[in-house]
């Protein structure tokens, strides 16, 4: 049984593979850490930048992807002529 959260349409987010939000932020936040913390040797600080800079685009799309079912559900409920 998978616990995984539950994804948007492909067109919510870039990459059919990418984490739930709530992981993709987790991940990111744990790269934030990592790369703060300054004992990560910089091939590897590399590989996290990259990674992070693909986790913070990805939660960006996800975002960008509910604000746009939010407002076609509010401008959808409005009376006709308004």
């Given at each position: ?5 539950t994804s ?38 590399m590989d996290l ?34």
């Amino acid at each position: 049984m998978s616990t995984a959260t539950t994804s948007p349409t492909s067109d919510d987010h870039p990459a059919d593979d990418f984490p739930g939000y709530e992981q993709a932020v987790a991940e990111l936040t744990d790269i934030v850490r990592q790369l703060e913390s300054g004992d990560v040797p910089l091939s590897s600080a590399m590989d996290l930048w990259e990674r992070g800079e693909k986790l913070a685009a990805g939660c960006t799309a996800w975002l960008d992807g509910a604000s746009a079912r939010i407002e076609a559900a509010k401008q959808a409920s409005e009376p006709s002529g308004q």
